[in-house]
């Protein structure tokens, strides 16, 4: 690293005015910390009223420990390094970044000014950086969240796999509070750059409450939605083992929208899109395109429907096999468009978990 950038990161002008902006957002990061802690408490009740299996040699706690504790290695020592990685090289060799862009862009947005960027390094560029960095780890997140870690160290169960994602998601919003609101290394670039693995450059001064409210709010959604798959259907913490197996394939049609759909969608509307429109959200930039719309329905509707067919018991009937992906993703693709930008991945999984357990329900019913 240049001596000019090091000398920046280590004697910052004025910390409490570099921090102002990013603290006007403290009421939402209380209720969002407010919020996590009362999905933890409804997180801990579900689990502990879950049954295991009578063979299972693992204790619920044992079952948490390791999903919270293989989270937070993965992030701590492959994701956020990789992440910080690319970032810096993209920056600095593709895009080509000056030291004091380079420092706005990977700490400080408080004297960001979005319109500059844009005009010296491109708009497509940029748009293309954000892309690969912010929905590439988007889609390994939400991976290994689905495969790995429920399908592997949850061993499919529900209520362990949504304990686990709360404490996680709790964890990391308190460390980026105490962080932020303590001034505790807020111009750190190694603090800030693992705190928030990849804030849009898009998104402006507004990038770091878009991660935070991004990312509780997906934490939020697996207690939302085991909730519902207590109380709507038969594949709650108490079900007996093969409607806990519908309750696993419910998880990848109510997920795999927002890990794969909503990925591709600013992959496609990045790159192709161009008829863009206005939408609401955290960010300088909310726009989104049709292009981008027409991928999240495709990318869904491929991965509900290879979700139906292979994953889901065959108790679902063949028509409903195919209805239900579309439904799921018409759904899917009318939610990530006007749900408030950053709100997106508890508004789609939340709204496909309502028609994907009235399908159920409708289905055993008729059987």
Known sequence: MEPDLLQ??????????????????????????????????????????????????????????????????TYLFI??????????????????VSDEHYYQIMVNRDQFHLEELQEVYTD?????????????????FFASGLIVEFGFLARGYTSIMVLADVIHGLVYNMLRCISLYGNLFTDNLYVQSWLYFAPRVRDGREAYINIRV??????????????????????????EEADRNIAQSMA???????????????????????????????GEVNKKS??????????????????TFVVWPDELPLLWKILLPICVSTLSTLTETIAFRSTDNFVIPVCNAIIVMIVYEKVRNEC
């Open 8 to 73: 920046m990161l280590n004697n910052p002008h004025n910390k409490d005015e570099d921090t102002s902006y990013r603290r006007k957002f403290w009421s939402l990061d209380l209720f969002l910390v407010l919020l996590l802690c009362g999905g933890l408490i409804l997180s801990v009740s579900y689990a502990v009223e879950s049954d295991l299996d009578e063979d299972e040699q693992m204790s619920k706690l044992a079952l948490t420990s390791r999903i919270v504790a293989f989270k937070l290695i």
């Open 79 to 96: 994701w956020l390094p990789a992440a910080f990685l690319l970032r810096t090289y993209l920056l600095k060799s593709w895009i080509g």
């Open 124 to 140: 497509i560029r940029i748009r293309k950086f954000d892309c690969a960095v912010r929905k590439g780890f988007h889609f390994i």
């Open 214 to 239: 991004a990312q509780a709010l997906t934490a939020l959604s697996t207690p939302v939605c085991n909730i519902m798959l207590d109380q709507l259907t038969h594949c709650g913490p108490k079900a």
């Open 252 to 282: 990848f049609l109510v997920f795999l929208p927002v890990a794969l759909g909503d990925a591709m969608g600013e992959v496609v509307g990045s790159f192709y899109g161009k008829h863009q429109f206005e939408v609401k959200g955290f």
């Open 290 to 307: 049709l292009e981008g719309c027409a991928a999240v329905f495709t990318f869904s509707l491929i991965a509900t429907m290879l979700s």
